[in-house]
């Protein structure tokens, strides 16, 4: 029996974080290396025009995501890589998506209502119409599930609702994901325990590059909670047992222990430990993304590659929806 059908994606907007990592890449090679999936990892790109950049920054951008997945350990010989504006079929899969997806049903999405409010001169049709693309991208692989954060758990709703809208009006043609959420799916900002680590918060934020002695500087400077106990209680500690969240993720400890561990101990010398745990962490990362960006024409390669096969895939399908839509 063929295995099922994975897809996840990440945008190229900047560098990676370790909110990134946790929530979506470490967990993609877990995936990937349980032999479970048929994977498919995309970049972004299409989705991360809806706010401004620099065209002269985004090759290199889609490059850097390309060398991230692959020192994090995804693997072109298991999964899918590819890049999702160089597969027409995502594009025009959303066009016929769009003529059935009522306009309330986006208005109300959450992440359209805060992106807005961050972007207040940037409003455009691709923020409100990114849950269809998002849809699209799911739909046209038949993938029948989707490791995505809390955030993103409204969007795949929204494909649920569309798969079986167009299914009940021209027949059985999609599948119905599921969703698979990460255990460390919201990594919060070490400012503001409140919002999500954001690249537009970089003194709150860790990314996957940073040396040692930044990861160590920005822990120390990290907020903290009233009183001195080291415990994983969200509601009234949500600083410390955001710390706790990144320490458990990362060496794979349950939180318990951590706190039996630490018990005692003071913010300061818990905040020393998850430093050290971090770089460590990070360090062959590090080392194999460094040796990968070196080697642009390699990346190419394996993009191209994973190109082709995303192709061949999306277009079988696409021809099957034009064909019950009347198109052909």
């Known amino acids: 029996m063929p295995k099922p059908v994975l897809i996840s994606g990440i945008r190229p907007t900047g560098k990676l974080h370790l909110g990134n990592y946790l929530g979506g890449l470490k967990n993609f090679v877990d995936l990937q290396n349980s032999d479970k999936y048929q994977c498919y990892f995309f970049i972004a790109d299409l989705h991360s025009l809806d706010e401004n950049f620099n065209p002269k920054e985004k090759p290199q951008q889609i490059l850097d995501v390309a060398a991230d997945y692959l020192a994090a350990g995804l693997n072109p010989k298991k999964s899918i890589i590819f890049v999702q504006s160089q597969i027409p079929a995502h594009s025009e899969l959303a066009w016929i998506l769009n003529t059935i997806t009522p306009l309330g049903e986006l208005e109300r999405m959450t992440q359209f209502k805060e992106k807005s409010e961050a972007q207040k001169n940037n409003i455009n049709l691709g923020l409100l119409a990114y849950p269809v693309l998002m849809a699209a991208d799911i739909l046209l692989y038949d993938a029948q599930f989707v490791p995505v954060g809390e955030d993103q758990l409204q969007h795949l709703e929204l494909t649920h609702t569309l798969a079986r809208k167009f299914n009940n009006k021209f027949g059985q043609t999609f599948v119905e994901p599921k969703a698979l959420l990460t ?121 191209e590659a994973g190109n082709q096969q995303a192709r061949e895939k999306s277009q079988a399908k696409l021809l099957a929806i034009k064909e019950k839509i009347g198109l052909i």
């Open 183 to 303: 255990k460390a799916s919201r990594i919060m900002s070490l400012t503001d325990p409140m919002k999500k680590m954001s690249k537009s918060q970089p003194n709150g934020c860790l990314f996957l590059d940073d040396s040692p002695k930044v990861i160590q500087e920005k822990l120390s400077q990290a907020v903290t909670d009233s009183g001195h106990e080291i415990k994983y209680e969200p509601q009234n500690k949500s600083a410390i047992s955001n710390l706790l969240t990144i320490y458990a993720a990362l060496t794979e400890q349950p939180i318990k222990i951590l706190e039996e561990k630490y018990a005692g101990q003071s913010y300061a010398e818990f905040k020393k430990d998850l430093a050290k745990v971090i770089s460590d962490s990070l360090k062959t990362f590090q080392k194999e993304k460094k040796s990968l960006t070196s080697n642009k024409k390699y990346l190419q390669e394996i993009l």
